[in-house]
T-cell receptor
Framework: NAGVTQTPKFQVLKTGQSMTLQCAQDMNHEYMSWYRQDPGMGLRLIHY???????DQGEVPNGYNVSRSTTEDFPLRLLSAAPSQTSVYFC?????????????FGPGTRLTVT | RKEVEQDPGPFNVPEGATVAFNCTYS??????FFWYRQDCRKEPKLLMS???SGNEDGRFTAQLNRASQYISLLIRDSKLSDSATYLC????????????FGGGTRLMVKP
């Protein structure tokens, strides 16, 4: 079991470039989420999905898109990178609703936008 | 005011010490509470859930005080390996779809 995997581990973008952060899980979890973590801010929810074909916005969705075409994959797209999007991005999955089930996190992607 | 607040620390304690962290939350209707642990430059991992009656897992004890809207984590007999950041996490929405994280409390256990 690989758990939750994320690629790439590190990425440097120029302002205005777009890219997709990949996330996959092999635990057949229904719930998947994307967070960003900035110093002193804690993790903030960007987007989440409660199942294939269903996504919703979290606390800080602007500048990001998601889709969930399969149970396993939940990619995060940065449409036009900005320096404010420099952060560590974590993908997470959970068997079902987060109030009752543990969230498993991927190792993170460290993104720098110059 | 942040929805989930923690003292960022660091808490510097000697091995064997007992240390306690508190976390306050703003939504009185919150139903689910957790402590996650995050090592430096790693992903968060669940340490323990926090139940209304309080719960214990080895050297770790978690308590919930609904009246004052805070949860606590007590670590007894601190080990060097306990050095990490401890994240307070609260489920704020009724559907159970979203978790709100505190900024974390950093613990450093010294020999």
């Amino acid at each position: 079991n690989a758990g939750v995997t994320q690629t790439p581990k590190f990425q440097v973008l120029k302002t205005g470039q777009s890219m997709t952060l990949q996330c996959a899980q092999d635990m057949n979890h229904e719930y998947m989420s994307w967070y960003r973590q900035d110093p002193g801010m804690g993790l903030r929810l960007i987007h989440y999905s409660v199942g294939a074909g269903i996504t919703d916005q979290g606390e800080v969705p602007n500048g990001y898109n998601v889709s969930r075409s399969t149970t396993e994959d939940f990619p995060l797209r940065l449409l036009s990178a900005a320096p404010s999007q420099t952060s560590v991005y974590f993908c997470a999955s959970s068997y079902q609703r987060l109030s009752a089930y543990e969230q498993y996190f991927g190792p993170g992607t460290r993104l720098t936008v110059t | 005011r942040k929805e989930v607040e923690q003292d960022p620390g660091p808490f510097n304690v000697p091995e064997g010490a007992t240390v306690a962290f508190n976390c306050t939350y703003s939504n009185s209707a919150s139903q689910s509470f957790f402590w996650y642990r995050q090592d430096c430059r790693k992903e968060p991992k669940l340490l323990m859930s926090v139940y209304s009656s309080g719960n214990e897992d080895g050297r770790f004890t978690a308590q919930l005080n609904r009246a004052s809207q805070y949860i606590s984590l007590l670590i007894r007999d601190s080990k060097l390996s306990d050095s990490a950041t401890y994240l307070c996490v609260v489920n704020m929405d009724n559907a159970g779809n979203m978790l709100t994280f505190g900024g974390g409390t950093r613990l450093m256990v010294k020999p």
